[in-house]
Nanobody
Framework: QVQLVESGGGLVQPGGSLRLSCAAS???????????MGWYRQAPGKERELVAT???????NYADSVKGRFTISRDYAKRMMYLQMNSLKPEDTAVYYC????????WGQGTQVTVSS
């Protein structure tokens, strides 16, 4: 059974940085390497939206709102995915979820990011 666990969220002031981590288990290496995966977020009263993703070829895609500020990365051997978030803004406040798409979508439980002074 595939499981995803996010960590690294918290309260940060505008302009600050956070690094989110997503640990995957229950997935074999070859599937992890080829999987489409990424980060999504959901703010109160809003729909879940894409933040940053890897496609099956390993290319990255970012939401326009985070380009130049956020960086997605991963460590295949550790089955870890990361989201480095810099120059955070209050509008980045949301619950952040990691996702892996195999035959079905798998989601973590989410980690809260709050950007406020």
């Amino acid at each position: 059974q595939v499981q995803l666990v996010e960590s690294g969220g918290g309260l940060v002031q505008p302009g600050g940085s956070l690094r989110l981590s997503c640990a995957a288990s229950g997935i074999i290496f070859s599937n992890y390497v080829r999987a489409v995966m990424g980060w999504y977020r959901q703010a109160p009263g809003k729909e879940r939206e894409l933040v940053a993703t890897f496609n099956s070829a390993g290319n990255t895609n970012y939401a326009d709102s985070v380009k130049g500020r956020f960086t997605i990365s991963r460590d295949y051997a550790k089955r870890m995915m990361y989201l480095q978030m810099n120059s955070l803004k209050p509008e980045d406040t949301a619950v952040y979820y990691c996702n892996i798409r195999l035959i079905i979508d798998y989601w973590g439980q989410g980690t809260q990011v709050t950007v406020s002074s």
